[in-house]
């Protein structure tokens, strides 16, 4: 399964403004990218709304005639501290962050 900050990542790589191009091959390439972005979207929760965010960012601004919208934030993939909410790249064996966990060092480095 794919995940949310992978499809972030084939949106902020995705030519957004390929229907525009005088380029045939470009326009191809570009109907065959969303093509596959709009199922990766599908089979993710959540992704029709972040491809929908996407969409709304790049479609607006000075040049659409309204006030322009920002891009979302990336999500985030790795594990979550159940204390303060964090997201964090690594929980210790109390479900904790660096910042959180009431293990000692001991208890850590396993002597314990």
Same mark, same amino acid.
């Given at each position: %399964? /794919? +995940?949310?900050? =992978?499809l972030y990542d084939r949106l902020e790589r995705?030519?957004?403004y390929y229907q %525009? +191009? *005088? *380029?045939?091959r470009?326009? $191809?390439r570009g109907e065959a990218d969303w =093509?596959?972005?709009t199922e990766m979207a599908a089979s993710i929760p959540g992704g029709d709304e972040l =491809?929908?965010?996407? +969409? /709304?960012h790049y479609y607006t601004g000075e040049p659409w005639g309204n006030e322009k919208q920002p891009k979302p934030e990336r999500p985030h993939d790795g594990p979550t501290c159940y204390q303060c909410e $964090?997201?964090?790249?690594?929980?210790?064996?109390d479900g904790r962050c660096k910042d959180c966990t009431r293990l000692i060092p001991?208890?850590?480095l396993g002597n314990v």
């Open positions: %399964m /794919t +995940s949310l900050a =992978k995705h030519d957004w %525009m +191009s *005088d *380029d045939h470009c326009w $191809q =093509k596959e972005i =491809k929908g965010a996407f +969409s /709304t $964090q997201p964090v790249n690594y929980l210790f064996d001991d208890e850590v």
